[in-house]
T-cell receptor
Framework: GAVVSQHPSWVICKSGTSVKIECRSL??????MFWYRQFPKQSLMLMAT?????????EQGVEKDKFLINHASLTLSTLTVTSAHPEDSSFYIC?????????????FGQGTRLTVV | DAKTTQPPSMDCAEGRAANLPCNHS???????VYWYRQIHSQGPQYIIH???NNETNEMASLIITEDRKSSTLILPHATLRDTAVYYC????????????FGTGTRLTIIP
């Protein structure tokens, strides 16, 4: 089946630095990818929709200048957490849909655990 | 997306069938019912989806009521590896529709 790969699986960074997370669709093209964040013992919260070749669409309450999304190709989207702070520590997950319309399903990456110290 | 309601937690004995209910009384005619599960510290895994007919694959069966207001995910022979949070999501099946997750059901398989 279709595979979505995230890199890195985990990262520890110092407060104030920026961190980039990559999301790749390995065997299909995805014009749209989604970025989620998950805090401990909570459900996944959609942060933004990444559109290939255009600006991302952010959910209400998500700062677009802090969470920079780039979707430069049909197989790669990146999320950059800028000027990270301890409260940004979370599990970040990307998703991509294989195909459009009938019967398509979304596949998820393995997630990236970000710890800001 | 249709609002879905699931019990927060369930237990099931290993080897028995696990039946996970989901209410989606406001689901519209073009919305599919999708099921995903998330094992601790991993990304969600697709299980199955359906519109109005019952569906079965190698992982599970999905039973959708005739009025489509509720459905049941069935894991026929639960194993310890099936311990996870299971999410039921209603979504129109157009390519770029986003998946919105509720709180799901935490299923614990008991040895």
């Amino acid at each position: 089946g279709a595979v979505v790969s995230q890199h890195p699986s985990w990262v520890i960074c110092k407060s104030g630095t920026s961190v980039k997370i990559e999301c790749r669709s390995l065997d299909f093209q995805a014009t749209t990818m989604f970025w989620y964040r998950q805090f401990p013992k909570q459900s996944l919260m959609l942060m933004a929709t990444s559109n290939e070749g255009s600006k991302a669409t952010y959910e209400q309450g998500v700062e677009k200048d802090k969470f920079l999304i780039n979707h430069a190709s049909l197989t790669l989207s990146t999320l950059t957490v800028t000027s990270a702070h301890p409260e940004d520590s979370s599990f970040y997950i990307c998703s991509a849909r294989d195909g459009a319309g009938l019967g398509s399903e979304a596949f998820f990456g393995q997630g990236t655990r970000l710890t800001v110290v | 997306d249709a609002k879905t309601t699931q019990p927060p937690s369930m237990d099931c004995a290993e080897g028995r069938a696990a039946n996970l209910p989901c209410n989606h009384s406001t689901i519209s005619g073009n919305e599919y019912v999708y099921w995903y599960r998330q094992i601790h510290s991993q990304g969600p895994q697709y299980i199955i989806h359906g519109l109005k007919n019952n569906e079965t694959n190698e992982m599970a069966s999905l039973i959708i009521t005739e009025d489509r207001k509720s459905s049941t995910l069935i894991l026929p022979h639960a194993t310890l590896r099936d311990t996870a949070v299971y999410y039921c999501i209603g979504i129109a099946n157009f390519g770029n529709e986003k998946l919105t997750f509720g709180t799901g059901t935490r299923l614990t398989i008991i040895p």
